[in-house]
């Protein structure tokens, strides 16, 4: 997928799913979620400003178009039932194929349609959910002046400079508890019903950040595994071929959080991680050094940075490689 995509480096992109349109929850209350069709865009703090306010700009934008069109549509949205329960845009995550392609320099997308899964044929709507597609097709695709407005865009945040600071911890939040109102399908009324809510979670909040490093380097120990994954990326690297001092930050797994997290809505395995401050340390021959004066540079801190909630430390074969006090292989270069 990142092979096609870096051959291809594509201008739009689209992610297309389909969603519960009456799942149990749903139905628990008498709802049924209202949207045929909903859209979100790109959202990851580490993907150029210019981009992600180009994607929301198509969102929003096609709230008329489509209701216009007779597709019901609204901005993408998951969670429960309103009120009570807590609803948010898209995750937040750099590796799914949305925030993926974002970074790579796409104005990028997810669609995804409602299926009634419990009716007795979830496919007799199908026709009007490929319908409303095409229509959102059209409307991501543009003008000719749209399109030319995106390449340009595009190209130019394909230059820009690294931020300062990557965002570490993110989460969707209320700012200063606004009410908004979803609509939804009342089942016992058969109709369209507003409620207001508390509860939708649509402004990103950072938690935490932390400067961005000039490079990461890899303990020479684990050189081999490190090297198929920067590979896959198409990250560039280079190895070390004499052992080296490097004034290195060392960073350390305090724990794994493996459950999901209720209060915050957090998906689960949550990596906690602490700098330590910066020292010389020595690395061997084979070890990886990957500077972030790179193309890619945005996918190899996705990657690559220790110190993201959640990153590589989640999975048993990375988390096999730390060393016994908690010391994670990949290290921070000021």
């Given at each position: 997928?990142y092979?096609?995509a870096?051959?291809?480096?594509?201008?739009?992109?689209v992610?297309?799913?389909?969603f519960?349109r009456?799942?149990?929850?749903?139905?628990?209350a008498?709802?049924?979620?209202?949207?045929?069709?909903?859209?979100?865009?790109?959202?990851?703090?580490l993907?150029?400003?210019?981009?992600?306010?180009?994607?929301l700009?198509?969102?929003e934008?096609?709230?008329?178009?489509?209701?216009?069109?007779?597709?019901?549509?609204a901005?993408?949205?998951?969670?429960g039932?309103p009120?009570e329960?807590e609803?948010?845009?898209?995750?937040?995550e750099p590796d799914?194929?949305?925030n993926?392609?974002g970074?790579?320099?796409?104005v990028s997308?997810?669609i995804?349609?409602?299926?009634r899964?419990?009716?007795?044929?979830?496919q007799?709507?199908?026709?009007?959910?490929?319908a409303?597609?095409?229509?959102l097709?059209?409307?991501?695709l543009?003008?000719?002046?749209?399109?030319?407005?995106i390449?340009?865009?595009v190209?130019?945040?394909?230059r820009?400079?690294?931020?300062?600071?990557?965002?570490?911890?993110?989460?969707?939040g209320?700012?200063?508890?606004?009410?908004?109102t979803?609509?939804v399908?009342d089942?016992a009324?058969?109709?369209?019903?507003?409620?207001?809510?508390?509860?939708?979670?649509?402004?990103?909040?950072v938690?935490?950040s932390?400067?961005t490093?000039?490079?990461y380097?890899i303990?020479?120990?684990?050189?081999?595994?490190?090297?198929s994954?920067?590979?896959?990326?198409?990250?560039?690297?280079?190895?070390?071929?004499?052992a080296?001092?490097?004034?290195?930050?060392?960073?350390r797994?305090?724990?794994l959080?493996?459950?999901?997290?209720?209060?915050?809505?957090r998906?689960?395995?949550?990596q906690?991680?602490a700098?330590?401050?910066?020292?010389e340390a020595?690395?061997?021959?084979?070890?990886?050094?990957?500077?972030?004066d790179?193309?890619l540079?945005?996918?190899?801190i996705?990657?690559l940075e220790?110190?993201?909630?959640?990153?590589?430390y989640s999975h048993?074969e990375?988390?096999a490689?730390t060393?016994s006090?908690?010391t994670?292989?990949?290290?921070r270069?000021?």
């Open positions: 997928f092979r096609a870096r051959q291809i480096q594509p201008h739009v992109a992610d297309c799913h389909e519960t009456d799942n149990e929850d749903f139905r628990k008498g709802l049924e979620r209202w949207p045929l069709i909903t859209l979100d865009g790109m959202n990851h703090p993907i150029p400003r210019t981009l992600r306010n180009l994607a700009a198509k969102v934008s096609a709230i008329p178009l489509l209701n216009s069109a007779g597709f019901p549509f901005p993408y949205r998951v969670g039932p009120p329960e609803t948010r845009p898209s995750t937040l799914d194929g949305r993926s392609l970074t790579l320099g796409a997308f997810i995804e349609a409602a299926i899964r419990s009716a007795p044929d979830p007799a709507d199908l026709g009007l959910r490929v409303a597609h095409l229509k097709f059209d409307h991501l543009g003008t000719p002046s749209s399109r030319a407005q390449r340009t865009a190209e130019q945040a394909r820009e400079p690294l931020p300062a600071f990557i965002p570490t911890n993110m989460f969707w209320n700012v200063q508890g606004k009410v908004s979803l609509k399908n089942l009324g058969g109709k369209v019903v507003t409620l207001p809510t508390a509860n939708e979670m649509s402004d990103l909040v938690k935490a932390v400067p490093p000039k490079a380097v303990d020479g120990r684990v050189a081999a595994t490190f090297r994954l920067l590979e896959h990326h198409g990250l560039i690297f280079r190895e070390l071929a004499n080296e001092k490097i004034k290195t930050e060392r960073c797994l305090v724990r959080e493996a459950s999901y997290d209720e209060l915050y809505q998906y689960e395995n949550r906690i991680v700098r330590v401050p910066a020292r020595d690395f061997s021959a084979g070890s990886l050094v990957v500077s972030l790179q193309p540079a945005r996918r190899a996705q990657v220790p110190c993201l909630l959640y990153g590589l048993p990375f988390r490689l060393l006090d908690g994670l292989p990949v290290h270069l000021p």
